[in-house]
């Protein structure tokens, strides 16, 4: 007896609910087998399961700074493997007088520097090419020192958030001012709204932000202070670093309990602190593993100029600069894996989502790169009348063009 048509819909889609998110590749071919995996892979309902069985959304790539007469911020598509060639390369991004900030909830945070206008922040979404552009908060001759964006929709998962609303948090100076400001803008207003200040002179670092609990957390004064943004209270406070961090520079990132954590590199090795709330109810940092740079990089220059970089927000994953090149190390299991290079020791700002058939414009700008490897697979000329019946057998083919 022939199978039933509705158990082998629900068979095709347990095996591409299956496909990797961190090689988008494998969706976009498969969507270009028949009208009725295009139709399956494009399905809200399908994109849902899809999103919830792999959890966390998968890095597609990053922006970077470089300086080159001016200011330029510069798309990174993620590197797969020697065999794959990720569809996603974002739309010849590479923007002139313009410079990133940070990515989180699906967009990136830049700011204008352009001649003859004013500056401006721009958030940016790399999946539907969507911009939008906002004034600065405060007018007049001011210092915006840093800047953060996120997801505003209520009751967010986060693993899907494109075209909803957004806040932007701007930290900033007056010029020869001790005084910092806080400023909100939300997408739904349309308003910057100040919320805060404090007597503080100190240089944001140029490194996109932590958020963590219901606070921002900002890297200060060469990794030595660290910035909050209170979204409860509106407030700003200063948290010190541990002193191991005075000689050397620490970023933020995600702690192992989710909270606030530090890392920074001293004598060839990474150092990991997290700021608890001891038995007393007074915070403190505590000082977690040191992972042994030389174990994970055996063959590692000496003289080799090695930084982290940056961090994936929510995960345990940091990225190192060693020599241009970037790698990202998941510190619990101590995987090491090279990403791409930066051409420059400036941060970079990882960018993660999920890239699914239909989700934007950047699928237009690919589509040519993947036909001949659909043609292996399927009848072009009858791509647009293939049926369910002719699907049958193709997975195994598809997966196996990665």
């Given at each position: 007896m022939a199978p039933q048509p509705d158990l082998i819909n629900d068979a095709t889609a347990e095996i591409?609910?299956?496909?990797?998110?961190?090689?988008?590749?494998?969706?976009?071919?498969?969507?270009?087998?028949?009208?009725?995996?295009?139709?399956?892979?494009?399905?809200?309902?399908?994109?849902?399961?899809?999103?919830?069985?792999?959890?966390?959304?998968?890095?597609?790539?990053?922006?970077?700074?470089?300086?080159?007469?001016?200011?330029?911020?510069?798309?990174?598509?993620?590197?797969?493997?020697?065999?794959?060639?990720s569809p996603f390369s974002a739309p010849a991004f590479d923007r002139f007088d313009w410079w990133i900030v940070e990515c989180r909830h699906g967009r990136a945070l830049l700011q204008t520097f352009e001649r003859h206008a004013f500056a401006r922040l721009v958030v940016w979404d790399p999946i539907t090419g969507d911009q939008q552009y906002l004034p600065m908060p405060v007018s007049g001759y001011y210092f915006c020192r840093s800047a953060a964006v996120l997801c505003a929709a209520d009751g967010c998962d986060h693993l899907d958030c494109h075209g909803g609303p957004f806040l932007v948090v701007a930290i900033g100076a007056y010029e020869e001012c001790t005084h910092m400001w806080a400023s909100v803008y939300s997408s739904e207003t349309g308003v910057w709204t100040t919320s805060s200040s404090i007597q503080l002179d100190v240089y944001i670092e140029e490194r996109p932000s932590l958020l963590a609990g219901d606070a921002l957390y900002f890297s200060a004064q060469q990794g030595?202070?660290?910035?909050?943004?209170?979204?409860?209270?509106?407030?700003?406070?200063?948290?010190?670093?541990?002193?191991?961090?005075?000689?050397?520079?620490?970023?933020?990132?995600?702690?192992?309990?989710?909270?606030?954590?530090?890392?920074?590199v001293k004598d060839g090795n990474l150092h990991l602190w997290s700021w608890q709330v001891g038995p007393r109810g007074i915070a403190e940092w505590v000082q977690g593993r040191v992972v042994k740079l030389r174990t994970l990089f055996p063959i590692l220059n000496p003289l080799a100029s090695l930084d982290v970089i940056g961090f994936q927000e929510g995960t345990d994953t940091i990225f190192i600069s060693i020599d241009m090149d970037v790698f990202t190390v998941m510190l619990r299991s101590e995987q090491v894996k090279k990403v791409g290079k930066t051409g420059s020791n400036y941060a970079m700002a990882p960018y993660v989502s999920f890239y699914t058939p239909g989700t934007g414009l950047v699928l237009i700008f690919n589509l040519r790169t993947l036909y001949i490897d659909v043609c292996v697979v399927c009848d072009w000329q009858n791509f647009s009348q293939t049926d369910n019946k002719s699907c049958k057998g193709q997975i195994a083919i598809t997966m196996k063009m990665q």
């Amino acid at each position: 007896m022939a199978p039933q048509p509705d158990l082998i819909n629900d068979a095709t889609a347990e095996i591409l609910l299956r496909l990797p998110p961190d090689d988008p590749a494998c969706l976009v071919r498969a969507s270009l087998v028949c009208k009725a995996w295009r139709e399956l892979l494009s399905s809200p309902a399908f994109l849902r399961r899809y999103r919830g069985f792999h959890g966390a959304p998968p890095l597609l790539g990053f922006l970077h700074n470089i300086y080159d007469e001016g200011p330029c911020a510069r798309f990174v598509a993620a590197a797969a493997d020697a065999t794959t060639t990720s569809p996603f390369s974002a739309p010849a991004f590479d923007r002139f007088d313009w410079w990133i900030v940070e990515c989180r909830h699906g967009r990136a945070l830049l700011q204008t520097f352009e001649r003859h206008a004013f500056a401006r922040l721009v958030v940016w979404d790399p999946i539907t090419g969507d911009q939008q552009y906002l004034p600065m908060p405060v007018s007049g001759y001011y210092f915006c020192r840093s800047a953060a964006v996120l997801c505003a929709a209520d009751g967010c998962d986060h693993l899907d958030c494109h075209g909803g609303p957004f806040l932007v948090v701007a930290i900033g100076a007056y010029e020869e001012c001790t005084h910092m400001w806080a400023s909100v803008y939300s997408s739904e207003t349309g308003v910057w709204t100040t919320s805060s200040s404090i007597q503080l002179d100190v240089y944001i670092e140029e490194r996109p932000s932590l958020l963590a609990g219901d606070a921002l957390y900002f890297s200060a004064q060469q990794g030595k202070m660290v910035l909050k943004y209170d979204f409860v209270g509106q407030s700003l406070d200063v948290i010190n670093a541990p002193d191991m961090f005075e000689p050397s520079e620490g970023i933020v990132v995600t702690a192992e309990d989710g909270g606030l954590g530090l890392v920074g590199v001293k004598d060839g090795n990474l150092h990991l602190w997290s700021w608890q709330v001891g038995p007393r109810g007074i915070a403190e940092w505590v000082q977690g593993r040191v992972v042994k740079l030389r174990t994970l990089f055996p063959i590692l220059n000496p003289l080799a100029s090695l930084d982290v970089i940056g961090f994936q927000e929510g995960t345990d994953t940091i990225f190192i600069s060693i020599d241009m090149d970037v790698f990202t190390v998941m510190l619990r299991s101590e995987q090491v894996k090279k990403v791409g290079k930066t051409g420059s020791n400036y941060a970079m700002a990882p960018y993660v989502s999920f890239y699914t058939p239909g989700t934007g414009l950047v699928l237009i700008f690919n589509l040519r790169t993947l036909y001949i490897d659909v043609c292996v697979v399927c009848d072009w000329q009858n791509f647009s009348q293939t049926d369910n019946k002719s699907c049958k057998g193709q997975i195994a083919i598809t997966m196996k063009m990665q």
